[in-house]
């Protein structure tokens, strides 16, 4: 059995998702779907949230946009007017269900988490919805399962939640024993779980992939397809190097480190649940879906090379804080950390020296970080100061730490293009290194690596 993500970028409009229809009457039979919500439906819910604060005469527009988008794509996949009027029904009480979530928030003025979590998961009950429909349509044999009835589990952290695989994989398994068949079609919305308190709780934003990998890890899955309307993964963004080239094969730590360097393809978590279950990860284009795509896991060759891809982010920036010893005095990084945490700011990674912490941020979240250490008594440093107009730059490989001569070529290369390193972090990752650029010199920094790793 196999279990296919199928991620929102898939599903634009109604011509979109009818070459995906096309795609799953196939090839889908006795598969599992975990979907995404259809291309901008979860930021249209969660920007209603906003609104529905604002005024109540807000709420209507909301729910009016969500009803538009979703019959545009309705009309063009299904014709049977039975199923239409079916489904007419069972989405309008998914609506109604919603529009009380709105006025209560409205109400209350608040919009706590567990209402923000469970606001944001409609896009995801409406589309697996809407496509096991129009796949009965077609006279297929499917259905759709929500993550509460199937029984994915979660840790119920609001907005971002991690699975609970020993409890999930037991529900699952019993599930599909009674419900699941050779002929069967089945979705599941992606992007979140369900507490054991009941609670719904999504895996954060882009967390459908994450729901994917779980589902084919609670399920022991031959294979976790992730369909995508783009390649693979490419040895470097194709809007900076457009001859880049698509990698064939990945380790799982490969992946994860791409995922985690901005390029965009996998959710970054998804790696851990079926990496410890050992299921491949493939990525397929559904433009060109023979095509060969990425295939991640565990025993992926490595080139000759070591270097596979070149990957950057542009969503960074650092956090200085000066102290005098701060690799002897204890306690430090716990309390700026600390702060951090209650400011609700997460830490993409840390660099120390004796005379600087050096924390890398979102940029997004930099000014906060920065307010929310300045009133610690006594003050455990001398000055703190914001940079943001630099760039993480990576080099992914495994094997990269374990052969000689790859850094040196990496910073000479950089070197030679003239640009100045600002910042390294190298051996905490088996198959990355990671440094930090001027965003000015990105793009020369982004030639020059791909220049003396791929074009040699
Ligand atoms: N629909 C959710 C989001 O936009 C989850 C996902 O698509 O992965 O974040
Ligand atoms: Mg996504």
């Keep these: 059995m196999k279990v296919i993500k199928i991620g929102g970028g898939c599903l634009k409009d109604g011509q979109a998702a009818n070459t995906i229809i096309e795609l799953i009457a196939t090839r889908g039979k006795g598969d599992i779907f975990v979907l995404s919500a259809f291309y901008g439906v979860t930021d249209i819910l969660v920007s209603g949230i906003e609104k529905a604060l604002e005024s109540e005469t807000q709420i209507p527009l909301v ?23 079916q489904l007419s029904r069972h ?33 995801e009950r409406i589309s697996a919805v809407i496509l096991s429909k129009a796949l009965v349509a077609k006279g297929l044999d499917s259905s759709f399962v929500l993550p509460e009835d199937l029984g994915i589990i979660s840790d119920g952290k609001f907005m971002d939640a991690s699975a609970l695989m020993g409890k999930t994989r037991k529900n699952l398994a019993a599930w599909m024993d009674l419900h699941m068949g050779p002929e069967k079609i089945l979705f599941v919305p992606g992007f979140y779980g369900v507490s054991e308190n009941g609670d719904i709780t999504t895996f954060g934003r882009g967390g459908s992939d994450y729901s994917a990998a779980v589902v084919a890890a609670a399920v022991s899955a ?42 965009g393809i996998l959710h970054p978590r998804t790696v851990e649940p079926v990496k410890k279950a050992g299921i491949p990860i493939a990525i397929k284009n559904t ?15 490595t080139p000759p090379t070591i270097v596979k891809s ?7 920036a650092v956090l200085k804080i000066h102290a005098s010893g701060v690799g002897a005095r204890y306690g430090i990084l716990s309390q ?63 094997g ?19 640009v100045n390193i600002e910042m390294i972090s190298f051996g905490t990752s088996t198959a990355a290194l990671y440094f930090l650029v001027q965003e000015r010199s990105l793009d020369r920094t982004l030639q020059a690596l791909h220049a003396i790793f791929f074009d040699g």
Excluded at 336 to 354: H, Y
Aim: charged fraction near 20%; include cysteine; aromatic fraction near 8%.
């Design 336 to 398: 700026l950390t600390e702060r951090l945490a209650a400011a609700g700011i997460n830490i993409k990674s840390v660099v120390t020296s004796q005379t600087c912490i050096s924390l890398l941020l979102s940029r997004k979240d930099v000014e906060k970080g920065y307010q929310s250490i300045q009133d610690i008594k006594p003050s455990p440093f001398r000055k703190s100061d914001v940079i943001t107009d630099v760039a993480l730059v990576s080099i992914v490989g495994e």
């Design 400 to 418: 990269l730490h374990s052969n000689q001569g790859i850094a040196a070529k990496c910073f000479t290369a950089v070197s030679n293009a003239n």
């Design 63 to 85: 729910l009016n946009s969500l009803r538009t988008l979703h019959n545009h794509i309705i009309k063009v996949l299904i014709q049977n007017d039975t199923l239409k009027k």
């Design 287 to 301: 433009y060109n879906p023979d095509a060969p795509g990425s295939l991640i896991t565990r025993n992926a060759v």
């Design 91 to 123: 989405l309008s009480d998914v609506y109604k269900r919603l529009e009380r979530y709105y006025y209560g928030i409205n109400f209350t003025r608040e919009a706590t988490p567990r209402m923000q979590d469970m606001i944001a998961t409609f896009g």
């Design 222 to 263: 031959s294979v976790l397809e992730i369909w995508k309307d783009t390649q693979g993964f490419m040895t470097a963004d194709p809007d900076n190097i457009p001859h880049c080239k698509l990698i064939p094969e990945l380790t799982y730590e490969e992946a994860a480190e791409l995922a985690y360097t901005g390029a």
């Design 310 to 316: 070149v990957s950057y982010t542009i969503d960074v």
